[in-house]
């Protein structure tokens, strides 16, 4: 039994899967319950390059976040971030700049409770309740604006929660609102699954997800419709790639870069 399921009793729903605790099973963490390892599970079997994907997601918020500090930035805000375990933009960021500060959202509980009690002593990070469609009301908490500073550069990073966003709930405007309410010289970075090379894909993976995400059929999206979050912003080089493709350690991270079906850039806000 996972340390997830034994916090059971404290009211988590463990029936349900959740994609933040299912990217801990992917991960190879046990803050997980049986529904979120049974869905990936059948994930897996429909894409079995998605464990890997997990992995690769996580090593491009690294090279992102080390190109952010290399600009200057010292201040992050992870949004919709997961357990922050694993090598996460704290750990990063802090290992370049040791009072670099870092504040995760989320709004599951398990992330929450799991996320604090990692993070408890170090004052420069903090775990916040938050969700991106409801960015006004994340940007004001007080926990959030005690350790990031809106009137310096922040690196906003949303690595792998857009894709599982219907247009309906109108994500677009929740991103441009984060963009139009960050100081000048802030970078947004942005992971995105999209299905140019798989179409094939869609509709079972549509399927899959159809119980737990509400309008599953609306938040399948390519190349083209991710650029459309980075409206307003300078992409920096090499732009909207396959995360491989993304300023790799090596040459051979970036072979076969559409085997990791997600792209991701960086830009600048001007």
């Not at 049986?34 to 894409?47: F, G, K, M, N």
């Not at 929740?174 to 999209?194: F, K, T």
Request: aromatic share 6%; proline share 7%.
């Amino acid at each position: 039994m996972s340390s997830a399921e034994r916090r059971g009793v404290a009211g988590f729903d463990t029936s349900t899967a959740n994609i933040a605790r299912m990217s801990d099973y992917l991960l190879g963490g046990k803050d997980n319950f049986a529904a979120d390892r049974e869905l990936a599970e059948r994930l897996l079997t429909i894409a079995p390059e998605i464990k890997d994907m997990a992995t690769e997601v996580r090593d491009f918020v690294e090279r992102a976040v080390r190109h952010l500090v290399d600009q200057g930035i010292t201040q992050f805000v992870n949004v919709a971030s997961g357990l922050p375990t694993q090598r996460n933009t704290h750990e990063v960021a802090q290992s370049l700049v040791p009072d670099a500060r870092v504040v995760y959202v989320d709004d599951d509980p398990v992330v929450l409770t799991h996320g604090r009690a990692i993070l408890a002593t170090n004052p420069h990070t903090a775990v916040v309740k938050g969700n991106i469609l409801q960015p006004a009301e994340m940007l004001d908490n007080p926990d959030l604006r005690r350790l990031i500073d809106f009137d310096r550069p922040v690196g906003l990073l949303i690595p792998a929660r857009l894709q599982y966003l219907p247009d309906s709930s109108d994500p677009y405007k929740c991103v441009a609102y984060l963009r139009d309410h960050v100081a000048p010289g802030s970078h947004l970075a942005i992971g995105h699954a999209v299905f140019d090379a798989r179409p094939d894909l869609v509709g079972p993976i549509v399927e899959a997800f159809r119980r737990i995400l509400p309008n599953a059929d609306d938040a399948p999206r390519k190349r083209e419709d991710v650029l459309r979050f980075f409206d307003g912003t300078e992409l920096v080089d090499p732009g909207l790639v396959y995360i491989r493709q993304w300023r790799p350690d090596s040459t051979a991270a970036a072979s076969r870069p559409d085997k990791a079906w997600i792209v991701g850039g960086v830009a600048l806000i001007p």
